[in-house]
């Protein structure tokens, strides 16, 4: 499957990348973003790409290894960018780009059970240290399970999928995504899968965040942002369900009062009806972008905004 980039064009037109910055795209995966913000830095530029999963590391770094200019690609979380930046002795970032979406490459044959549409081990991991789902599956308890689902998949059946999932257990191992799968789908009262999305969606949803850390991972870099992005320098965040959009529109806001942040889309920014129908994977996808830092000197709330004539949307 071919992955195909959300919101390039906007991202592009929210980070504004100039020949010889230095950029950070702090979730790698197909690459797709960070070639095109490699592309408007130049020869004198330098990105930094950064991705848990060994195979987007990996790949980029044979997909660029004849490009000029300065490329470092990091295997980590996007939540240890201080960290990264500190060892590599580089200064704060003139932008950040963060993706929370898996590409289709991760979800589509990865061995590792991110699809319910392939029958594979149950693990949902990208860091292969972290514990398996199947794994979470038998030890944590019903409530452990149901509240899991609920908080991060916000399914309004949690507590008959995990007593669903705990049932099944008694009986045989849950080891393989169509194992889960099919659990899901016993639990589900009548009609209720004949709706827009797969009734398994959001339970595996949950359970990969929950498994990867992906929220705590997502507010830690958030929160510091002005220990990665230099005063005038800009943020943007792609996110493709509510729990993750409403984290980063609320840290936005208390950045945004604190006088650390500046919005530069007020309002979310949605894919238009060509994207969607181009890319049906897009249609949750969410932009939301912001200015980092205060102007030296000035007051908490004398915000620093870099270029505004060219960043600020005025159809949104």
Same mark, same amino acid.
């Given at each position: 499957?071919?992955?195909?980039?959300?919101?390039?064009?906007?991202?592009?037109?929210?980070?504004?990348?100039?020949?010889?910055?230095? *950029?950070?795209?702090?979730? &790698?995966?197909?690459?797709?973003?960070?070639?095109?913000? *490699?592309?408007? =830095?130049?020869?004198?530029?330098? &990105? =930094?790409?950064?991705?848990?999963?060994?195979?987007?590391?990996?790949?980029?770094?044979?997909?660029?290894?004849?490009? %000029? $200019?300065?490329?470092?690609?990091?295997?980590?979380?996007?939540?240890?960018?201080?960290?990264?930046?500190?060892?590599?002795?580089?200064?704060?970032?003139?932008? &950040? &780009?963060?993706? =929370?979406?898996?590409?289709?490459?991760? !979800?589509?044959?990865?061995?590792?059970?991110?699809? *319910?549409?392939?029958?594979?081990? !149950?693990?949902?991991?990208?860091?292969?240290?972290?514990?398996?789902?199947?794994?979470?599956?038998?030890?944590?308890?019903?409530?452990?399970?149901?509240?899991?689902?609920? %908080?991060?998949?916000?399914?309004?059946?949690?507590?008959?999928?995990?007593?669903?999932?705990?049932?099944? =257990?008694?009986?045989?191992?849950?080891?393989?995504?169509?194992?889960?799968?099919?659990?899901?789908?016993?639990?589900?009262?009548?009609?209720?899968?004949?709706?827009?999305?797969?009734?398994?969606?959001?339970?595996?949803?949950?359970?990969?965040?929950?498994?990867?850390?992906?929220?705590?991972?997502?507010?830690?870099?958030?929160?510091?942002?002005?220990?990665?992005?230099?005063?005038?320098?800009?943020?943007?965040?792609?996110? *493709?369900?509510?729990?993750?959009?409403?984290?980063?529109?609320?840290?936005?806001?208390?950045?945004?009062?604190?006088?650390?942040?500046?919005?530069?889309?007020?309002?979310?920014?949605?894919?238009?009806?060509?994207?969607?129908?181009?890319?049906?994977?897009?249609?949750?996808?969410?932009?939301?972008?912001?200015?980092? $830092?205060?102007?030296?000197?000035?007051?908490?709330?004398?915000?620093?905004?870099?270029?505004?004539?060219?960043?600020?949307?005025?159809?949104?």
């Amino acid at each position: 499957m071919i992955h195909v980039d959300v919101h390039k064009e906007e991202v592009m037109k929210a980070l504004d990348p100039k020949p010889g910055e230095f *950029f950070i795209d702090g979730t &790698l995966g197909g690459g797709g973003h960070a070639s095109a913000l *490699f592309e408007r =830095l130049g020869d004198g530029g330098t &990105l =930094l790409a950064v991705d848990a999963d060994a195979d987007a590391v990996e790949a980029f770094k044979v997909k660029t290894k004849n490009e %000029k $200019g300065k490329i470092i690609v990091s295997r980590e979380n996007f939540r240890n960018i201080p960290e990264i930046l500190k060892r590599e002795k580089s200064p704060k970032a003139d932008g &950040l &780009l963060l993706d =929370l979406g898996l590409s289709s490459d991760e !979800l589509a044959g990865s061995g590792r059970g991110f699809s *319910f549409q392939v029958n594979e081990p !149950l693990l949902m991991t990208l860091n292969p240290e972290e514990t398996p789902v199947m794994a979470i599956l038998r030890t944590h308890s019903e409530e452990q399970l149901a509240n899991i689902i609920k %908080k991060y998949g916000e399914e309004r059946y949690a507590d008959r999928i995990a007593g669903a999932i705990k049932d099944t =257990l008694r009986r045989k191992p849950i080891e393989t995504t169509f194992d889960l799968r099919d659990a899901v789908l016993r639990a589900m009262p009548h009609g209720a899968a004949r709706g827009k999305i797969h009734p398994a969606t959001r339970t595996f949803m949950a359970l990969r965040i929950y498994a990867n850390h992906e929220y705590e991972n997502l507010e830690s870099a958030l929160r510091n942002l002005p220990d990665i992005i230099s005063a005038g320098g800009r943020v943007a965040v792609i996110a *493709f369900h509510s729990g993750e959009d409403r984290m980063v529109k609320n840290v936005f806001r208390d950045m945004a009062k604190a006088g650390t942040l500046t919005l530069i889309n007020k309002k979310v920014i949605v894919p238009e009806r060509g994207e969607i129908l181009a890319n049906p994977r897009s249609h949750s996808a969410k932009l939301r972008a912001a200015v980092v $830092g205060v102007k030296q000197g000035g007051a908490p709330g004398d915000a620093f905004v870099a270029r505004p004539a060219s960043i600020f949307y005025s159809r949104y």
